[in-house]
């Protein structure tokens, strides 16, 4: 193709320079009448300027009121043309340092700087040459009264245009749809609800009409990292105004962090008020990991979870961690006590981790601790796979050893597979004989887990996140996904609230301890009883082994099971059902195991005693507006005042206000009787020293404002951890990362190197003789 040169030319004197502007006028050469570079009818934009050919003239000349004018109009002639624009550059005032002259080219003027010679580990693939070095431009320089004319134009092309419309619209300078105001704000909330640039460009296409062109995922990016730009340095500051907003709501919100010396955080933790609340309901157990990364500063995330009234999965506070030393857990579990009003857990299942270990014995010395079975059996397929080789029967003698339903019985059995196997030679089994006591389900027997043996709460909460963070989710995002992971769980508890309120149980017999249940357990947890009530009416038997004139021993199981599996049930004839279990179902699980359930109705007893039906599992343990789940019989003693027993009242005074408001005389009353209790208060102070404020339940929130001296700052040092995925996910096991191969330099082989290869030792050997 032959470039078409038209250039035109006109001298102006600059407004703001000191010298006068130097242009020199160019010929019109090589006119064409049939010019590639416009299409082959006149065109007419969207402000009605028609661009002819013989009108091109007229552009130098023109006056615009605003520098983003005269860009509009450019850009909309090179999209009739053929082309995309860019900005060129700006001539300044070196004094004033405003703008006076300005130059769009097209998007090919010029070419590719040439970068310095990087070292030859790391070459890049260089990108395709997009400049062809093209003259096309417009210029247009600011006037005395502040207007813009156009003082050259030049329409020299030296490429091929666009002949289409569809692929014109691909040039950077026409996709302006993804820059308008409206889907930059749809892209940055998008974004902010955890969508990945795919899904936003997405989302963002299925909206917008059809003559807009499609949003890229490049485009998305960029708008999204300019949005994140604006909060460079100002994260960890964003956080904590998240949390200081959310305690003008909540008054019951807890949140403290540890600090540096230069102002940067260490670790934090925060917990809600309603989360709280949960607690003192469904704290009994809870569920610990720190096997998630979420964030460019690479600070483990280690949630709390617990499980509810229906059997799901509840967040009862989050924690932002350092690192995953004994210091850093002791820490944090001080200050999760010291959020929930001092009520120790009754058990706690945790990964197989040393330091968490360490910190839980110092913090919570009688909570029942258990490491996650699944990540046990993880370990128990390396460790002991050269026993498995070695010997033919060991796998089965082990599981067997692993499950015995006695102490005893897991004692001897260990006795045995030690001197048949010489187990003293392997250190990890020998290491987890002695750790027995966190892990076997015979010495868990007595210990509620809430039918839960591994730490898949926490990874159901961490599935959640994937797909909403990343490992560049800012730390004020994150504190965002978090609230709608917890917002979300609420959800779908208040679902399952509404379902068990609003529909009855089918029963499945007339008996009238399923009728009982039926009523009084939620609807999963009854699905969960029913299954064990009709397994005992429909398929289990029995025989006696023992009886006296206080108790009765069975053995209960299925006719075509082997009665070594039958389990033993005890009933005791007192003034009420007593009756216990060898599989401790209802120990570990609160719900009675079909084993039992069959003797109940073989005894024909009734109706159940209380302590049988735990208000955990019931629709009375629901969250309710205005209400706190422990009273003050609970919680208070006569040697001090707990800090929940401040909360629980805190709650009947808002109660006490809310029920008063609507009558004058009640709440002039409520306020006299407040006034004269602060009055005796104040005389008492005086008396008596002043007592530690540290039982406030809101104390975690001050413990940044305390220090007002220090500048608060975002982390200046990435964290070491464990290590950390591309993608936030939970940090996978050494169980779990493939080992990489050893591979011999001498003859490529794997599974040794070179000290130890037996080609090379007989090629050296065969050397040595000759």
């Known amino acids: 193709m032959n470039p078409n040169t038209r250039t035109f030319t006109m001298n102006l004197e600059k407004e703001v320079s000191d010298e006068p502007i130097e242009i020199h006028m160019v010929e019109d050469t090589e006119a064409n009448d049939n010019q590639e570079s416009t299409f082959e009818c006149e065109k007419i934009n969207d402000a009605g300027v028609n661009f002819s050919h013989d009108e091109n003239e007229s552009i130098v000349g023109k006056v615009f009121d605003t520098r983003h004018d005269a860009y509009t109009f450019y850009n909309q002639y090179a999209f009739l043309h053929g082309f995309g624009i860019r900005i ?63 003082d050259i134009f030049n329409d020299t092309h030296n490429h091929e245009l666009s002949i289409t419309p569809t692929k014109v619209m691909k040039h950077r300078s026409h996709g302006k749809f993804h820059r308008s105001l409206a889907c930059k704000s749809l892209m940055v909330e998008l974004g902010q609800s955890g969508l990945k640039p795919c899904q936003i460009k997405k989302a963002v296409n299925a909206m917008k009409t059809p003559y807009e062109p499609d949003v890229t995922s490049k485009q998305c990016v960029d708008i999204l990292s300019e949005q994140r730009r604006q909060y460079k340095g100002k994260e960890f500051y964003g956080l904590i105004k998240h949390f200081q907003d959310k305690s003008l709501v909540d008054i019951d919100q807890y949140f403290v962090v540890d600090l540096f010396e230069d102002g940067s955080p260490r670790n934090m933790f925060w917990a809600d008020g309603r989360s709280r609340d949960a607690y003192t309901k469904f704290g009994d157990v809870l569920v610990f990991d720190v096997t998630y990364m979420t964030n460019k500063f690479k600070m483990p995330f280690s949630p709390f979870v617990g499980v509810n009234h229906h059997g799901q999965s509840i967040l009862f506070g989050g924690a932002l961690l350092e690192n995953e030393k004994e210091e850093t857990f002791q820490w944090l579990f001080e200050h999760f006590l010291k959020c929930m009003f001092n009520k120790y857990p009754s058990a706690i299942i945790t990964d197989q981790d040393k330091a968490i ?329 005086k008396q008596d020293a002043p007592q530690n404020a540290s039982q406030d339940s809101r104390e975690g929130i001050s413990q940044v404002d305390m220090i007002p001296q220090v500048c608060i700052r975002d982390p200046t040092i990435v964290t070491n951890t464990k290590g950390r995925p591309k993608n936030a996910s939970r940090i996978k096991s050494s169980l779990e990362v493939v080992k990489k191969k050893r591979t011999c330099s001498h003859c490529k082989g794997l599974g040794h190197y070179a000290t130890g290869c037996p080609i090379k030792k007989a090629e050296e050997a065969l050397q040595n003789k000759q």
């Open 88 to 150: 060129h550059y700006d001539y300044k005032n070196m004094t004033t340092n405003e703008a006076y002259r300005k130059l769009y080219v097209c998007n090919k003027e010029g070419f590719k700087r040439k970068k310095a010679g990087t070292s030859c580990g790391n070459l890049k693939k260089p990108r395709r040459e997009l400049r062809t070095g093209c003259k096309a431009m417009l210029r247009i320089s600011k006037t005395k009264d502040g207007k813009w004319i156009v």
């Open 357 to 685: 270990s360490n910190a839980i014995k110092k913090v919570f010395p009688n909570t029942r601790h258990r490491y996650c079975a699944w990540h046990i059996k993880k370990h128990e397929l390396e460790h002991l796979r050269p026993l498995v080789a070695r010997y033919s029967d060991f796998q089965e003698y082990y599981r067997q050893w692993v499950k015995s339903d006695t102490i005893e019985e897991f004692e001897k059995k260990w006795e045995v597979m030690n001197a048949k196997y010489n187990l003293e030679d392997n250190r990890w089994i020998t290491d987890m004989y002695s750790q027995r006591k966190h892990w076997v389900k015979a010495y868990l027997k007595d210990v509620f887990f809430a039918g839960m043996t591994t730490s898949g709460r926490s990874e159901s909460i961490h599935s959640f996140f994937d797909g909403f963070v990343n490992s560049k989710t800012m730390l004020n995002e994150f504190v965002v996904q978090y609230d709608k992971a917890v917002d979300s769980r609420r959800a779908a508890e208040e679902d399952e609230d509404f379902k068990t309120m609003n529909s009855k149980p089918v029963l499945s017999s007339v008996h009238p301890i399923e009728a009982q249940l039926g009523a009084c357990y939620t609807r999963k947890i009854f699905d969960i009883f029913q299954k064990e009530w009709v397994e005992a009416t429909n398929n289990l038997t029995h025989e006696t082994l023992s009886k006296s004139t206080k108790e009765i021993k069975y053995r209960v199981g299925q006719l075509n099971v082997d009665k070594e599996h039958w389990r033993f049930v005890n009933f005791c004839f007192t003034n009420q059902v007593n009756i216990t279990c060898s599989c401790a179902k209802f120990e570990t699980y609160g719900i009675l195991c079909k084993h039992s359930l069959y003797v109940i109705k073989k005894r024909h007893v009734q109706n159940l005693p209380n302590f049988y039906i735990l208000p955990r599992w019931t629709l009375d343990a629901r969250f309710k507006v205005g209400t706190r789940g422990v009273g003050l019989d609970e919680m208070s003693n006569d040697d001090e005042v707990s800090a929940l027993t401040l909360w629980y009242v805190r709650a009947n005074c808002n109660k006490a206000i809310e029920h008063a408001k609507a009558s004058p005389t009640k709440i002039k009353k409520l306020n006299n009787l407040v006034v004269k209790c602060m009055k005796d208060e104040i005389i008492q102070k």
